[in-house]
């Protein structure tokens, strides 16, 4: 009697034993995948934190160094580049006969020509372009020595650029002028690398009388 009593007392307390081994188990299981979980995180999270500042180091660098350009190209000298010193500003109704052809600079009408990537196909008023150079414009003119690729390749640069405009001039010396305040630069075709470079120079250069002035609600 009593034998068989502690025999099934014995056969009772096995499965208990066995279900609290598989539970610690299991509970260590899950503690291992939590730990793994959170490494997997953290070394997710890290990835993330060093791509973000590679990538904002790269484009603050990216940034300064093209600032850093642009201020090396302002500063740069353009072969060719003929200046005229101070010239006057005041305000005038009257016509004005300028010491240059295209005038880049002087007394010049109190309305502007629209600068903001105009291209005119007629030939504008002197005393308005050169109200538009006096706000930082440059003023690309060319005569019937350009040929319709110059033209096209002036007209594509000048619709894309802020505070610069474009006419024919079919008096002036040179195939193609371009002008800017008390500045101005003749070449012989749009493929000129000047071209460009006096773009970067002078569109609001240092020339400019009246930085950040309208360059649009002009007239003809």
């Known amino acids: 009697m009593g034998s068989a009593s502690k025999q099934s007392n014995k056969s009772n307390k096995q499965p208990v034993s066995d279900r609290r081994a598989r539970i610690a188990e ?84 109190a309305v502007w020509l629209d600068c903001m990537g105009h291209v005119y196909d007629q030939p504008v008023e002197n005393e308005r372009a050169v109200h538009s150079l006096e706000h930082g414009a440059v003023w690309v003119t060319y005569n019937g020595k350009a040929t319709p690729e110059d033209i096209k390749t ?31 630069l003749i070449v012989d075709s749009a493929g000129d690398p000047r071209v460009n470079q006096f773009f970067t120079k002078y569109v609001q250069g240092k020339q400019t009388q009246e930085p950040g002035a309208s360059c649009t609600m002009g007239q003809m």
Do not use: C
């Not at 500042?53 to 740069?76: F, H, L, R, S, Y």
């Not at 002036?154 to 008390?182: F, H, Q, R």
């Open 26 to 109: 299991l509970r260590a299981a899950e503690e291992r995948r939590d730990r793994r979980n959170k490494i997997i995180a953290s070394v997710a999270a890290g990835v993330l934190v060093i791509g973000a500042i590679a990538t904002g180091t790269w484009v603050v660098m990216d940034q300064n160094q093209k600032k850093k350009d642009k201020e090396a190209a302002a500063n740069a000298d353009i072969p060719g580049v003929q200046t005229f010193g101070d010239l006057s500003r005041n305000h005038v109704k009257e016509k004005v006969n300028y010491p240059m052809t295209p005038p880049v600079g002087g007394d010049h009408n």
């Open 154 to 184: 002036l007209s594509d640069k000048v619709k894309t650029t802020p505070y610069s405009l474009m006419s024919p001039y079919p008096d002036e010396k040179g195939t193609i002028t371009l002008n800017a305040w008390s500045t101005q």
